[in-house]
């Protein structure tokens, strides 16, 4: 390794203090772009003129360039060091922000949120490995704790803030206060974070690797988003899904035989590590869909404001922050098996109560679902991190931590495609056995429960069709949460002992057998 550049003069704790609230603040922005489009999306659907498939693609064109591209940066952070590509990232994201603000189309948004998941990949993919690189074992939980309920607020908080935006302000101004939070992260990494310590002999990238697995993802996602906007057909449907699905497959048997993978042996050998991946790629497939749809319940069916949406996450975003910040004391109290089972069960039980809203459900349901889910999910991230993330070795910090936040952006583009092609699905099959099937009407609006400009007649019938949509959407995501529940409870029912504790440790990646 070669040596690093210091830091200006700061004590140790100082340092990890501005380092962890750096670290915060660059997973709050990167989250707060995940949900603050939701409740933009009518707007910008009828002043862009967007198809609902644009409308997928605006949100799953970030997440999908996050999860493609994270993996190859974490391999760029392990080579070049952490914090110059942490700073590069940083920098793409702002600059793209800005062209997403200044979009004069549908097209040019969705290629400016590409953007942004390129430069939010650096972010996302080294964020924990330099809170790993700061902070001991011992300090590691609280840390992580409060990194991921900083995270999770942005997440819960786009929705209040873009609501609160719209109600004054166009719907550029989402993307416009990125730039502010950007700027004060830039200096706080300049000036907390350690210099560049690269390897003094950096292994070749495996480009294979990024191709296939960049290739592969961008495919199935296709595929599925194609799907949600007009019935499954060969060319624009199953087509680039069978392609995508052998891309991957290309992608995992590579990894298996090439000199150095994208995703280091080390990482794979784990098994504890692996499920965890797992688990927020399922827990995060089940919250994009939820968050998506119930937006369109209450924009587009009920006709509530973007103020009003927004605000309605609130029952959700204070039980969130709650539970995440006590991550540290619980992770010092109870088993990795207990809080991320505990969590993935809750999570489900609170999309269950969210699942049965109709037209006419009393809002205290919804209020109820949104409690219990906050509690679910601030229990199950910071929990599923911290276990996977406490003994991951130094020289693969960076390939775990991009491999665990791939999988976060991989459940968020995959399964809102998944989600919404399921639920589209469902609702024209509802449609088109109505009496009013054979009536040509555009299935977009009608998947998202839009009913401006259809006939009063129909209007009740289209409402029932998305309902139905709405209720089978959400009981994939209760799916998912409760095989997450089931993989928790299983991956790591060997660790008996508190996750704080030194007999609780997961085996160590360092000496752990590897895959051929």
Not at 335 to 362: D, E, H, M, N, Q
Request: with cysteine; hydrophobic share 50%.
């Amino acid at each position: 390794m070669t040596p690093n550049r210091s830091t200006p003069n700061l004590d140790p704790g100082q340092r990890r203090r501005m380092t962890l609230l750096a670290l915060c603040l660059a997973g709050f922005v990167i989250q707060l772009d995940v949900t603050i489009i939701n409740v933009a999306l009518p707007t910008i659907q009828h002043e862009l003129d967007a198809a609902t498939g644009a409308l997928e693609w605006i949100i799953s064109g970030y997440a999908l360039g996050l999860a493609a591209l994270i993996p190859l940066m974490g391999a760029l952070g392990d080579r070049l060091g952490h914090r110059p590509v942490l700073l590069a990232g940083l920098v793409v994201f702002g600059l793209c922000s800005v062209g997403a603000a200044l979009a004069p189309s549908s097209s040019v948004l969705i290629a400016a949120r590409i953007g942004q998941g390129v430069g939010g990949a650096a972010i996302s993919a080294l964020t924990l490995a330099v809170l790993t690189d700061t902070y001991p074992p011992a300090q590691r939980g609280h840390a992580i704790g409060w990194w991921a309920a900083v995270g999770g607020v942005g997440f819960g908080a786009g929705p209040i803030a873009g609501g609160l935006l719209l109600s004054t302000f166009g719907w550029s101004t989402i993307f416009w206060v990125n730039l502010p939070i950007v700027v004060v992260t830039v200096g706080l990494v300049l000036l907390a974070v350690p210099g560049a310590a690269s390897l003094s002999d950096p292994q070749p990238l495996d480009v294979p690797g990024v191709v296939l697995a960049s290739l592969g993802l961008a495919a199935v996602t296709f595929g599925l988003i194609t799907a949600s906007e007009i019935p499954w057909k060969p060319v624009p449907t199953l087509v680039p899904l069978v392609l995508g699905a052998l891309a991957l497959a290309a992608f995992m048997q590579w990894q298996r035989h090439a000199g150095e993978p994208l995703v280091p042996r080390a990482v794979r050998g784990n098994t504890t590590f692996i499920s965890a991946c797992a688990i927020y790629f399922l827990s995060y497939l089940a919250f994009s869909g939820t968050l998506y749809y119930v937006t369109l319940m209450f924009q587009n069916l009920l006709g509530w404001s973007a103020l009003r949406t927004g605000l309605s996450w609130l029952l959700m975003n204070v039980p969130f922050l709650l539970t995440a910040q006590m991550a540290g004391k619980l992770a010092q109290r109870f088993t990795s098996r207990a809080i991320g089972t505990t969590g993935c069960t809750a999570g489900a039980l609170g999309v269950a109560a969210l699942s049965t809203l109709t037209s006419t459900t009393p809002f205290a349901v919804a209020a109820v679902g949104y409690l219990v889910a906050g509690v679910g999910f601030g229990l199950l991230v910071p929990g599923i991190t911290n276990v996977a993330m406490r003994d991951v070795a130094g020289p693969v910090s960076g390939a775990a931590s991009a491999v665990l936040n791939s999988s976060r952006q991989l459940g968020t583009a995959v399964g809102l495609a998944l989600v919404g092609a399921v639920g589209a699905a469902v609702t024209r099959h509802s449609w088109g056995a109505s009496r009013y099937g054979q009536a040509h009407i555009p299935s977009g609006p009608l998947a998202t429960g839009s009913l401006h400009g259809l006939p009063a007649r129909m209007q009740a019938t289209a409402s029932n069709a998305f309902e139905i949509g709405y209720h089978v959407a959400l009981g994939v995501c209760i799916a998912g949460l409760l095989v997450a529940a089931f993989l928790s409870a299983h991956a790591f029912k060997q660790n008996t002992a508190p996750i704080g504790t030194a007999t609780a440790k997961e085996p160590s990646l360092e000496g752990t057998p590897t895959q051929p």
